[in-house]
């Protein structure tokens, strides 16, 4: 039974470039969060989603970034003309309901050159 | 609104000796408290939680942790430090939104484990 399965493990864009970070929950898990993880700083939850329908999003910040989680595939987290403040790592997790009995993935190291 | 504070970013121990982190939260509502471990390069891993009932937690790997409503805190404990317990610590508290299950973090604090 797979964890939480997150990828690619590390990223490194341009400036400007768009990054994609993919998350497959663990199996039968239909609530997804990401956090994000800055250097000297704590996590900061950025979205939850539940099956094609966004929950909670007031920790991303307002432009570039959004996320989905479609009826079939993984969780997606787009960041659009990337800066170099988005280097940080990004974390998802996964539950099955209403619960807070979260799974973590081992996370995407993005950095921005 | 919750928070968490984590005393020492950085705490040092010798092998077999007491390990103590601490961690104080802020919340008006009951709070749910939980410890996770941190890895290099890995995800975040449960040591344990408290949502109700006793408030001595009993975790992973030997850890414990005991909530003290009149202290607000939640610190962490185990008896004796073991070399692979070098590692991050991060307590949060949850928070309830409607039915969101998102968790306000501590900054984390590093155990540097010494022979």
């Known amino acids: 039974n797979a964890g939480v399965m997150q990828n690619p493990r590390h990223l490194v864009r341009r400036r400007g470039q768009e990054a994609r970070l993919r998350c497959s929950p663990m199996k039968g898990h239909s609530h997804v969060y990401w956090y994000r993880q800055l250097p000297e700083e704590g996590l900061k939850f950025m979205v939850y989603l539940q099956k094609e329908n966004i929950i909670d999003e007031s920790g991303m910040p307002k432009e570039r970034f959004s996320a989905e989680f479609p009826k079939e595939g993984p969780s997606i987290l787009r960041i659009q003309q990337v800066v170099r403040g988005d280097s940080a790592a990004y974390f998802c997790?996964?539950?099955?309901?209403?619960?807070?009995?979260?799974?973590f993935g081992s996370g995407t190291r993005l950095t921005v050159v | 609104a919750q928070s968490v504070t984590q005393l020492g970013s950085h705490v040092s121990v010798s092998e077999g000796a007491l390990v103590l982190l601490r961690c104080n939260y802020s919340s008006s509502v009951p709070p749910y408290l939980f410890w996770y471990v941190q890895y290099p390069n890995q995800g975040l891993q449960l040591l344990l939680k408290y949502t109700t009932g006793a408030t001595l937690v009993k975790g992973i790997n030997g850890f414990e942790a005991e909530f003290k409503k009149s202290e607000t805190s939640f610190h962490l404990t185990k008896p004796s430090a073991h070399m692979s317990d070098a590692a991050e610590y991060f307590c949060?508290?949850?928070?309830?939104?409607?039915?969101?299950?998102?968790?306000?973090w501590g900054l984390g604090t590093s155990l540097a484990v010494n022979p």
């Open positions: 949060a508290v949850g928070t309830r939104a409607g039915n969101n299950r998102k968790l306000i």
């Open positions: 997790a996964s539950s099955p309901g209403d619960t807070y009995g979260y799974t």
